[in-house]
């Protein structure tokens, strides 16, 4: 696991945006997997100014977004269909229909999720991206006693119903249902780009990279994996900083 800690934003955002690019450059045909959040945010914007100067074209690749809201339709400016319209897919030459989220508004979910699953199995991600929630879940796999593999509905905490209660007018209109990625199909990503920022973050990266890993934590099973690179800002990783362990840390 490499941890590289960066002293601004727009650092973090610029080289994780490199290394998407760099994926994409590698192979032109590359499958994504990409994730919501305040977090990802800057990292797209730097995405599109590369793009764009460099003539990057997404025109062979293919996306598979971590999670949907259940309920609320492609339209709605909270879902994450729309959050990725706006944020990347209306900004480059992806083609919408190589752009894949779990449908939150599916009828029969469990189809959806048994679909959802099927087209991830056809198409392997090859860079994942992925941000962390304040109580260590990753996608919407919630803490529990045991995690479910694949992709699957799943009934959001309180604390993270809070926690997105900020994009929303009231908290009672945040859904309390998700569509999301299993673990299993996170961790079968060749590479995963994890990324959190500010002071709010730093005890659950701390628990998370250096902690034991357990399904209490979903995002300490990154640590099972072979590629995990982790971008962090300083106050994320002011708890990594102060650590004597054996880790990995770059500061750039
Ligand atoms: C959300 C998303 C996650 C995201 C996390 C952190 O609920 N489902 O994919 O990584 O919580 O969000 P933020 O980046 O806004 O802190």
Known sequence: ?????FDSNEELDARAAALIASTVVERPAAVLGLATGSTPVGIYK???RQASQTKLSFAGVTTYNLD???GLPPEH???YAYYMKQQLFDHIDIPLEQTHL???MATDLAAECVRYDRM???QPID?????VGHNGHIGFNEPAEALVGGTHVTDLE?????ANARFFEREELVPRQAITMGVASILKARQILLVARGADKAQIVKQALTGPISTACPASLLQTHAHVTVMLDKEAGKELMSDDSALHLVYS
């Open 158 to 162: 309180p604390a993270t119903i809070a």
């Open 77 to 79: 400016d909270q879902s």
């Open 120 to 122: 991830l199995a056809s």
């Open 68 to 70: 949907e809201y259940v």
């Open 1 to 5: 696991m490499r941890i590289t800690i």
């Open 46 to 48: 730097a995405l599109i």
């Open 127 to 131: 860079l994942q991206l992925l941000g």
């Open 102 to 104: 779990p449908n939150g």
